[in-house]
Structure formats: C-alpha cells, structure tokens
C-alpha cells in the first residue's frame, strides 16, 4: 500500500480566522488570524498535506474572499465555497 498526503478539510471562519457573522463586514474587513494559524498551515505544507478550505461563504464573494486569503497569506490547494 502506498503512503498517500493526507487531505485536510478546513473551515476558513472560526478555525483559521476570527469568525465575524455579518457577511458584509466579513469582506470589507482583513482576515484576523487565529493565533498559531500560520504556523499550523507551514507545519502542514511541510509533510506535504493538501490543504482543502471551505467556507460558507457565498459563491459571489469568492474573488474577495482569495483576496483576503491572500493577504492574511494563508495558502491552500482547493477552496469550495457556499458550505451551509
């Protein structure tokens, strides 16, 4: 049997980044992240994890949403968005 990357599912809000409610404010505002966020997700790069975000986010604020990923310099290999 041949050693497979585990693939971890991540919720963006609340898991990686302090979770704001209100929609609107999720996007105008910058990510805060969750301490120990950056150095959680370096771990997991290094032993070759895919890293796979969702969030609940809807669709239409995807474009903002990499931004603000970006930005925060959280990286990733797939984001699914609009998880209810």
């Known amino acids: 049997m041949e050693n497979r990357p585990l693939t971890l599912i991540i919720d963006i809000d609340g898991l990686l980044v302090n979770h704001c409610g209100d929609l609107i404010e999720q996007l105008k505002s910058p990510l805060s992240l969750l301490e120990g966020t950056l150095n959680k997700l370096k771990e997991?790069?290094?032993?070759?994890?895919?890293?796979?975000?969702?969030?609940?986010?809807?669709?239409?604020?995807?474009?903002?949403?990499?931004?603000?990923?970006?930005?925060?310099?959280?990286?990733?290999d797939q984001l699914i968005m609009g998880i209810g």
Do not use: V
């Not at 969030?55 to 930005?71: A, F």
């Open 44 to 76: 997991w790069e290094k032993k070759g994890y895919n890293i796979i975000l969702i969030t609940g986010r809807k669709e239409s604020m995807r474009k903002r949403t990499i931004q603000q990923l970006e930005d925060a310099f959280i990286f990733y």
